[in-house]
C-alpha cells in the first residue's frame, strides 16, 4: 500500500556531498510529514530533516547549515554538504500519517559513508 524508494547514498570524502532520494509510491493523503532519518551503529535512530505537511523543514542541530531538504511531490531530496565523518550512517526516509491511518511507514535505508 505504501512503498518508499530511496536511492543516493555511497562513499565520500570529507567535506564531500552527496545527495539522496525518496519516493513514495502509494497512498498521497493525510501526509503529516516526509523526512529523513539515520542510524549510525551502536546508536539510537535519530531525526535528520523532515518537511511538515505545511511544507515547513525541521533540522537537527548537527546537519543544520550544511544539509537541505526538499520535495517535488511526494518525492523528497535531501542535499548534504560538508559532510563529516559522524555523519556516517544508514539514511531512512520516512512518512507519517495523520489520521485516519496514523502510522509511520520506512525506507530499506542507505548506506553513507564519509572518509576522514
Known amino acids: 500500500q505504501v512503498q518508499l524508494v530511496e536511492s543516493g547514498g555511497g562513499l565520500v570524502q570529507a567535506g564531500g556531498s552527496l545527495n539522496l532520494t525518496c519516493a513514495l509510491i502509494?497512498?498521497?493523503?493525510?501526509?503529516?510529514?516526509m523526512g529523513w532519518y539515520r542510524q549510525a551503529p551502536g546508536k539510537q535512530r535519530e531525526s535528520v530533516a523532515s518537511l511538515g505537511g505545511d511544507g515547513t523543514a525541521t533540522y537537527a542541530e548537527s546537519v543544520k547549515g550544511r544539509f537541505s531538504i526538499s520535495n517535488v511531490a511526494t518525492t523528497v531530496h535531501l542535499h548534504m554538504t560538508n559532510l563529516q565523518p559522524e555523519d556516517t550512517a544508514v539514511y531512512y526516509c520516512?512518512?507519517?500519517?495523520?489520521?485516519?491511518?496514523?502510522?509511520?511507514?520506512w525506507g530499506q535505508g542507505t548506506q553513507v559513508t564519509v572518509a576522514s
Open positions: 520516512n512518512v507519517a500519517y495523520g489520521t485516519p491511518l496514523q502510522r509511520d511507514f
Open positions: 502509494g497512498n498521497r493523503n493525510r501526509i503529516k510529514a
